[in-house]
């Protein structure tokens, strides 16, 4: 029932130069904008600014670990490395991860996929440990060349916080919402978009289809269309989304109504 991707349409994996360049720049713009914001003292503006941050960041490093951009293996480190400093996180940890709970959800050997079969508190209260168990389990799972990326992004959130501390209360105040932040992601990424999940492709993720929120999240909502072509970049996830409709409608999916 699941269409060939060849069948919906090649063009779903193009990507342009000036798109590349667009989607691997705008978290260094959004950090850019923090900092202007920080100096200038409008601090009331750095929490919207924080979450652009994340969602350029998340919808970039996806785009990367699924090798969607068409960035060369040393460029795809590289890239892993340099928007995963953004929040300061482990890119490469998140690769691994991400990886494996594409090839293996729902199973006991999916860190990332674990928050689906937690409540919806239960995934709130695991946000301050999932980075960390996702870094350990990569680390487990990793060679030696591997190993030291891992090691390398482990130090960026300690070393954030203590320059912070040292030098700039904005460094400090970035480094916390980066941090704090990213203990939605269990909630968020995964809980929400995976919970009561069923046995088949088409029933192991949900789907959000509107205006507003799709835009505002960078296309990240078309979560199912993602593990069902995780190849095709996050910028095309609507064009596919519109291409599958009637396949989901055919086999009585029904997405998620948003704004």
């Known amino acids: 029932m699941i269409p060939k991707l060849s069948d919906l349409g090649p063009d779903l994996l193009i990507t342009t130069r000036r798109r590349r360049l667009l989607t691997l720049s705008l978290p260094y713009a959004g950090v850019a904008l923090f900092v202007t914001a920080a100096l200038a003292g409008w601090w009331w503006l750095t929490p919207p600014i924080a979450f652009g941050i994340f969602v350029a960041v ?39 991860t991400h990886l494996q709970h594409h090839r293996t959800f729902p199973s006991d050997d999916d860190p990332e996929g674990h928050p689906a079969d937690l409540t919806a508190l239960g995934a709130i209260l695991y946000g301050p440990v999932f980075l960390i168990r ?11 060349r591997q190993r030291l990326w891992l090691l390398v992004e482990a130090a960026l959130p300690f070393a954030a916080v203590g320059a912070g501390m040292l030098f700039w209360r904005g460094l400090l105040l970035y480094a916390t919402m980066m941090i704090v932040g990213s203990w939605v992601y269990p909630l968020l990424t995964v809980h929400l978009p995976h919970r009561h999940y ?27 269309e993602h593990h069902l072509y995780p190849q095709v970049p996050s910028h095309h ?8 409709d009637p396949v989901l409608a055919e086999a009585g999916v029904r997405p998620w109504k948003v704004i």
């Open 237 to 244: 996830l609507a064009r596919l989304a519109r291409r599958l």
């Open 58 to 96: 998340v919808t970039a490093t996806h785009d990367v670990v699924h090798r969607a951009l068409g960035l060369s293996r040393p460029a795809t480190e590289w890239a892993l490395f340099l928007l995963g400093a953004v929040l300061l996180e482990s890119g490469h940890a998140y690769r691994a």
């Open 134 to 144: 996702l870094w350990f389990w990569a680390y487990q799972h990793s060679g030696v």
């Open 198 to 224: 069923g046995d088949t492709p088409l029933t192991q993720t949900r789907t959000l289809r509107g205006r507003v929120i799709p835009a505002l999240f960078l296309e990240l909502t078309y979560h199912l």
